[in-house]
């Protein structure tokens, strides 16, 4: 896989989870209400906390033996597969009060799903991205935080006629963001028992 197609794979994997209707979406749609550019604080207070683990992880991933990497690329596709279920299992989204850069980071932060994607689907994405050295690193950070900040971006100056067509637009939203989870899990667990380069 060359750099472009890697680059690809960042966007799509990340939107995945960018478009899932959470946290983030909503606190993203309810601080719109106030200010149209709110999406782009919260995606700062969201890229405060991302960053530095994507570097912790960056380091750590160079450690990693080529069985170490199927073994997480495996896991990192079994991550998604679940994601999918409880995306489509509840779907649910919380707001959290105190302004959009705290509820960017906090949101980050304490959500338990964060965490596991980084530490299987994102650790994934990493360490194939230290095949292109540190220009690979660069361009994964910048394509994965382009997408909350475009994404997040567009939900909060639009959030009155987002929250019109509300239910509409969650179920197109979660179909998307579902889709791409189970295509890419089941890529992640193929790369990782048949010693694929996708991954």
């Excluded at 959470?22 to 207070?45: D, M, N, Q, Y």
């Excluded at 980071?105 to 050295?133: D, H, Q, R």
């Amino acid at each position: 896989m060359d750099l472009p197609a890697f680059l690809v794979m960042v966007i799509l994997v990340s939107l995945s989870g960018v478009m899932a209707p959470g946290p983030l979406f909503a606190t993203a749609l309810a601080e719109g209400r106030k200010h149209s550019l709110s999406g782009v604080i919260v995606s700062t207070g969201h890229a405060v906390v991302e960053i530095p683990l994507i570097l912790t992880l960056y380091a750590f991933g160079l450690t990693l033996t080529i069985y170490e990497r199927r073994i997480l690329a495996i896991t990192g596709g079994v991550v998604m597969l679940y994601l999918a279920y409880i995306e489509l299992k509840s779907g649910e989204s919380r707001e959290l009060r105190g302004g959009s850069l705290f509820a960017g980071a906090a949101m980050t932060a304490l959500n338990p799903y964060f965490i596991m994607w980084w530490l299987t689907v994102g650790l994934t994405l990493i360490t194939k991205s230290v095949e292109f050295g540190l220009a690979g690193l660069v361009l994964f950070i910048f394509a994965h935080e382009m997408c909350d900040y475009v994404w997040l971006g567009f939900i909060s100056a639009f959030s009155g006629k987002i929250a019109a067509i509300g239910e509409r637009l969650t179920k197109v939203m979660t179909a998307i963001s579902v889709s791409l989870l189970i295509v890419f899990g089941f890529v992640f667990i193929y790369a990782g028992v048949t010693n694929h380069r996708l991954i």
